[in-house]
């Protein structure tokens, strides 16, 4: 199983940016989360949904502004992030295998190795 993300990049304040996470089709019925992780700063939860693309959890850093949902067609999640701030930058992680929206990292078995976000002021 593997999991491989895409689209990060640099974003002016204020801008949007989607990324995209693809995921072998053996972890397809679990929950898929974005996670983001800032130098100097522990990894933390941005948001999870469930494998049907319902049930949306997001930090509250992020509500409002970021979006998460899937095309199971294509077996990808995505995060589309607007009005992005300089809370925001770092390495953005997807992760999969979770039965439920957990915000901890330990119940995710499978994690992608990142992609980096840059917001410029």
């Known amino acids: 199983a593997h999991v491989v993300e895409s689209g990060g990049g640099l974003v002016q304040a204020g801008g949007s940016l989607r990324l995209s996470c693809a995921a072998s089709?053996?972890?397809?019925?679990?929950?898929r989360a974005w996670f983001r992780q800032a130098p100097g700063k522990e990894r933390e939860f941005v948001a999870a949904?469930?494998?049907?693309?319902?049930?949306?959890t997001y930090a509250d850093s992020v509500k409002g502004r970021f979006s998460i949902g899937r095309d199971n067609g294509k077996n990808t999640t995505y995060l589309q992030m607007s009005r992005m701030n300089s809370e925001d930058p770092g390495v953005y992680y997807c992760?999969?295998?979770?039965?439920?929206?957990?915000?901890?990292?330990?119940?995710?078995?499978?994690w992608g190795r990142g992609t980096q976000v840059t917001v410029s002021s």
């Open positions: 949904v469930s494998w049907t693309g319902s049930n949306p």
């Open positions: 992760a999969t295998g979770a039965p439920a929206p957990y915000r901890e990292r330990r119940y995710y078995s499978t």
């Open positions: 089709p053996q972890i397809f019925r679990t929950y």
